[in-house]
């Protein structure tokens, strides 16, 4: 069973930069697809980016110029790198994993807010 836990959210001015960690145990290595998704209120569920072992990402186009995904595999750690932030980026994002021969994310941390001020 996959545990995900997240930190780093918080209170961040528009324009300044914040990063969250997701650190993973039970399994995630290379047989998992790491990810980050973020919901804010009355808003579905948003796919920011993922990242595979080798180091692979997919980011959404929303934000690939601003939110970059790292993983430190030896830490069983995901991060996301967040710059420029914007008031609209106000949410709670969630780490998650996936099997790699599934398309679906299985396993989901707690989120941490994050809020932008203006």
């Known amino acids: 069973q996959v545990q995900l836990v997240e930190s780093g959210g918080g209170l961040v001015q528009a324009g300044g930069s914040l990063r969250l960690s997701c650190a993973a145990s039970g399994g995630t290595s290379r047989t998992y697809y790491m990810g980050w998704f973020r919901q804010a209120p009355g808003r579905e569920r948003e796919f920011l980016a993922e990242?595979?072992?080798?180091?692979?990402?997919k980011r959404a186009d929303s934000v690939k110029d601003r939110f970059y995904i790292t993983r430190d595999n030896a830490k069983n750690t995901v991060y996301l790198q967040m710059n420029s932030v914007k008031v609209e980026d106000t949410a709670v994002y969630y780490c998650?994993?996936?099997?790699?021969?599934?398309?679906?994310?299985?396993?989901w941390g707690q989120g941490t807010q994050v809020t932008v001020s203006s």
């Open positions: 998650a994993a996936r099997r790699v021969s599934t398309p679906e994310y299985q396993y």
């Open positions: 990242i595979d072992w080798r180091g692979l990402t």
